[in-house]
């Protein structure tokens, strides 16, 4: 079975300093990656994905993210965190498993951002 | 696009009481999601529709869930009798699945949740 594990509940960070969460995962085969963004009270909303190519992704709002196969990652990172940076940041996992792509999210990380 | 329609946006019941969430996918998505949120249990996918057939519905907790998409703009969840245990969010969501051109990889959009609380 695919999983996904996102270490930190939570992580603080300084207004303008650099800022990563971690997310490993596990699946059989080939995944498909992604990043969410949850805001209090609302839906989450896509940040980014990586389906094939390079490992270094771009998205949203100038975060990044890094497929590593070898140390079965996709960490989140951002190099000048904003105050409204913080919200609730979900990575996910598809893979081929019995014919479907049943998607796998992890329980997300708090990021608070400290002007 | 309007987006993922959900309604209601917030429920209450009582315990016992039949509890029915209603979803609108964005028009041309043919997979339906639909997610639990808890503070306990993180973000659980509860079934999968595609093309408006359950592909995996392992995730649907007891008998006392059901889901249904009778057709590629509606889906209901349907909980009956509720419990309190059943309070949380529940979101759908919906996406473009192309099989074989990286299906699968495909974006999830969410709607905004409807938070129920089974008294």
């Known amino acids: 079975a695919q999983s996904v594990a996102q270490p930190e509940d939570q992580v603080n960070v300084a207004e303008g300093n650099p800022l990563t969460v971690k997310c490993t995962y596990s699946?059989?085969?080939?995944?498909?990656l992604f990043w969410y963004v949850q805001y209090p009270n609302r839906g989450l909303q896509f940040l980014l994905k990586?389906?094939?190519?390079?490992?270094l992704v771009k998205g949203s709002y100038g975060f990044e993210a890094e497929f590593n196969k070898s140390q079965t990652s996709f960490h989140l990172k951002k190099p000048s965190a904003l105050v409204s940076d913080s919200a609730l940041y979900f990575c996910?996992?598809?893979?081929?498993?019995?014919?479907?792509?049943?998607?796998?999210f992890g329980r997300g990380t708090s990021l608070i951002v400290h002007p | 696009d309007a987006g993922v329609i959900q309604s209601p946006r917030h429920e209450v019941t009582e315990m016992g009481q039949e509890v029915t969430l209603r979803c609108k996918p964005i028009?041309?998505?043919?997979?339906l999601f639909w997610y639990r949120q808890t503070m306990m249990r993180g973000l659980e996918l509860l079934i999968y529709?595609?093309?408006?057939?359950?592909?995996?519905d392992s995730g649907m907790p007891e008998d006392r869930f059901s889901a249904k998409m009778p057709n590629a703009s509606f889906s209901t969840l349907k909980i009956q009798p509720s419990e309190p245990r059943d309070s949380a969010v529940y979101f759908c969501?919906?996406?473009?699945?192309?099989?074989?051109?990286?299906?699968?990889?495909?974006?999830?959009?969410f709607g905004p949740g409807t938070r129920l609380l089974v008294l």
């Open positions: 969501a919906s996406s473009f699945f192309i099989p074989g051109l990286a299906g699968g990889g495909e974006t999830q959009y």
């Open positions: 699946v059989s085969g080939n995944p498909y």
């Open positions: 990586y389906i094939t190519g390079d490992n």
């Open positions: 996910a996992v598809r893979a081929l498993s019995g014919g479907s792509y049943i998607p796998t």
């Open positions: 028009s041309g998505h043919n997979s």
């Open positions: 529709f595609n093309n408006n057939v359950p592909i995996d």
